[in-house]
C-alpha cells in the first residue's frame, strides 16, 4: 500500500522557521522525484518546490525562492521542505507528491502518489 506521510505544520509567527517531513512506504522512493505543493481556501493547488531522485536537482516557485529548501534522505525514503522566513501568505495545507518523472516537476498532474497534507498557518 502507497503511503505519503506529511508532518512537521503548525501555527507560527510571521518570521518564524517549520520543517514538514514527508515519509514514504509502498513504492521505491528512490525512482521517483518528490515534490512539494500547497493550497489554500479557495485556491488552486500550487507548485512549491521538487527534487529530483538524487537529490542533485531542486526547483523552486518564485515565490519561495531564497526562503524555503527541499531535501530528501533515500535511506529514511523521506523529503523535507524547510521553510524560513515565514510569510502569512504562505498559509496553506501542504502536499508532497512523487513523481515518475525522476528530474523534477512542475506540474502537478505529474505526480503520481499525494499525501493528505499538513496545515502551515502563519499570523502577522
Known amino acids: 500500500q502507497v503511503r505519503l506521510v506529511e508532518s512537521g505544520g503548525g501555527l507560527v509567527q510571521a518570521g518564524d522557521s517549520l520543517r514538514l517531513s514527508c515519509t514514504a512506504s509502498g513504492f521505491i522512493f528512490r525512482s521517483h522525484s518528490m515534490g512539494w505543493f500547497r493550497q489554500s481556501p479557495g485556491q488552486e493547488r500550487e507548485f512549491v518546490s521538487s527534487?529530483?531522485?538524487?537529490?542533485?536537482?531542486?526547483i523552486y516557485a518564485d515565490s519561495v525562492k531564497g526562503r524555503f529548501t527541499i531535501s530528501r534522505d533515500n535511506a529514511k525514503n523521506t523529503a523535507y521542505l524547510q521553510l524560513n522566513k515565514l510569510k502569512s501568505t504562505d498559509t496553506a495545507v501542504y502536499y508532497c507528491?512523487?513523481?515518475?518523472?525522476?528530474?523534477?516537476?512542475?506540474?502537478?498532474?505529474?505526480?503520481?502518489?499525494w499525501g493528505q497534507g499538513t496545515q502551515v498557518t502563519v499570523s502577522s
Open positions: 507528491g512523487a513523481s515518475t518523472v525522476v528530474v523534477g516537476a512542475r506540474i502537478g498532474s505529474l505526480y503520481k502518489y
Open positions: 527534487i529530483s531522485w538524487n537529490g542533485e536537482s531542486t
